[in-house]
Each structure stands twice: as structure tokens, then as C-alpha cells.
């Protein structure tokens, strides 16, 4: 890894990983903060498909780019979740990797690439294609990566690494997502 002592700026690689709740959630603190300073952020949201999102309004009234790919997984009768990976994830998850390299051309500040961990470890991704996305990188962007599972090339790659645990969690008792909260 480079030497990044005394780097002043955006540019480094920061990543959320673990089985604990709040990823996203932190990552979309950091775009808050980058707006707030008067800098430019997206976000791409990988396997996020379908319209149930409470964030989302959010950074339209924010002025944060953000685009969505990957199939809406809840079906809309059981409530279930599918798990199933078919190649429209791939391609979805492709399209995701051409929309960050777009924002990295329009100069953004800061690009969270949410749920890109998973999606590499899914198999949705290659995480070789990832990689060459993460060198691509303006050296003035700085990039957040969250998701489960984050292959050991992102973490070693990474400046900041953050594991979320989970400890305990509602939903193993029955509680299921809550709008606002959630999602």
C-alpha cells in the first residue's frame, strides 16, 4: 500500500464490512458530510433493485447522484426474500461498475459503491473487475465500499476498514424491516 502519511484531501479507499446493521447507513453519514462541506458525492447501489428505499428521496433533495441496479428481491405476495443469483444480477451488477466509472470521469468528491462487498462475493461480480475499477479511481476521489463479505484484495487495498458486528438483532425475533429504519 502507498504512504498516506500527511495526505491531506480526498482520495483514500475506506470500507464496511461485517455481519452487523448500519454499513449503508454509515456510508451515507459520509456522503452527508461531503455535501455538507459543498463537495460532490453518488452513489451506486448494487443488488438494491426496487423503489422501497427511504434514503433515496433524501439524496435527490440532497443533489447526490445515485443510481440503483439489481432486481427488487422482495416478493411482492410472500415478503420473501430471494436469494436466487440469475445473469440479469450480473448484468445489473455490471451496469453498476459502468455507472461508478461515470461518476469517477464527472470528478465526484466522494462515490460510495454500497453493497459492492457482497456482490463480488456473490459472484455477481469479478472481483479482478473491481479491482481494475478501484485503479481507475481519480486519486482526488474517495471511495467507500460496504457489504457482508468483503474479499481480502478490497481489504487490503482499503486506507480505512470497518467491520460492523452484529451482537443482536430484532429481526432474529420476528420483527421484520421497518420502513424508515431499515430501509
Avoid: C
Avoid at 14 to 35: C, D, I, S, Y
Avoid at 163 to 182: C, P, Q, S
Wanted: glycine share 12%; net charge negative; aromatic share 8%.
Amino acid at each position: 500500500m502507498e504512504d498516506i502519511k500527511g495526505r491531506q484531501g480526498y482520495g483514500l479507499i475506506q470500507v464496511f464490512t461485517g455481519n452487523g446493521k448500519g454499513k449503508t447507513t454509515a456510508a451515507l453519514g459520509e456522503v452527508m458530510r461531503v455535501v455538507g462541506a459543498g463537495k460532490r458525492a453518488g452513489v451506486v447501489f448494487f443488488d438494491k433493485g426496487g423503489t422501497h428505499y427511504s434514503e433515496r428521496p433524501v439524496l435527490d433533495r440532497l443533489g447526490v447522484e445515485w443510481v440503483a441496479t439489481g432486481r427488487d428481491r422482495i416478493d411482492p405476495v410472500t415478503g420473501r426474500f430471494d436469494f436466487s443469483i440469475i445473469q440479469l444480477d450480473r448484468d445489473e451488477a455490471r451496469r453498476g461498475m459502468d455507472a461508478a466509472r461515470e461518476m469517477f470521469e464527472k470528478g465526484l468528491d466522494l462515490v460510495v459503491l454500497d453493497e459492492i462487498n457482497s456482490t463480488t462475493s456473490l459472484g455477481m461480480l469479478a472481483q479482478e473487475e473491481v479491482l481494475a475499477t478501484l485503479d481507475a479511481k481519480p486519486d482526488s476521489t474517495e471511495l467507500v465500499l460496504t457489504g457482508r463479505n468483503a474479499p481480502q484484495a478490497f481489504l487490503d487495498r482499503a486506507h480505512l476498514v470497518s467491520h460492523v458486528g452484529l451482537e443482536k438483532h430484532y429481526f432474529y425475533v420476528g420483527v421484520k424491516a421497518r420502513e424508515g429504519i431499515d430501509y
